[in-house]
């Protein structure tokens, strides 16, 4: 398993790290509870994360295990610090790369805790806009399936397609 | 993994594309961009990340 790079707080809101190929990253965390008008008792509980490089994306992004390691290691300590927290994830699937970008995320947590927490996934058509969405929470959670029932309820009026990606 | 959709007038659409438009907001001050008061005045609210 690599090593996490070492992390800096920034601020009161963002952690940034640098990597041995002088890449950038910030990480940060935000209030989730306006995605779910629904489940308004679970806003303590929910909270979105962002991570992003700085700076232009337009050159080639070289492979690195330990930042896949050193974001894992980031939200597994969001963990230990928010045992019933649950984390949900937003990305825009437009550039085609979406799906490499779950199994590679999904790898990575498999490598650390690869039976301590659920993960949900769903892929939205919004017009021509595609999102992927997933929620992170420890197995056993207390509000487990109230948690899935709001994540669910997140275009439950959706038509559903027959496709399945996995 | 399901693929569902939605229209984008719908209430569920509207709050998908405000969800992604946020995410871009918060990544472009993730990269220096924009000031923290630009996702204040949007509603946006980070919390302390650990």
Redesign the interface.
Known sequence: LSIPYNYK?VG????EFKTDFGLEY??????GK??F?HHPHLAEYL??V???I??SQESKIPVDSRVGATITF?IL??FE?NPDGALFF???GSDGKELGRKKKFDVWFRKVAPDRFRKE???????R?K?Y?SILFRQGHPLEAELISAFEA????????P???? | MKTKSVSPDSPTGKMLLKMLEDKKLVNAYLRGEIEKSVLDAKGIKLVNPL
């Open positions: 707080r009161s809101t963002k952690v910030s990480v940060t965390f935000g209030e306006g995605y008008p909270r979105t962002y991570f992003q700085q700076g980031l300590q969001y610090q937003i990305h825009d996934n769903s892929v939205i058509e919004v017009g806009a999102i969405i997140v275009g439950a009026t959706a038509s559903e397609k496709q399945d990606l996995d």
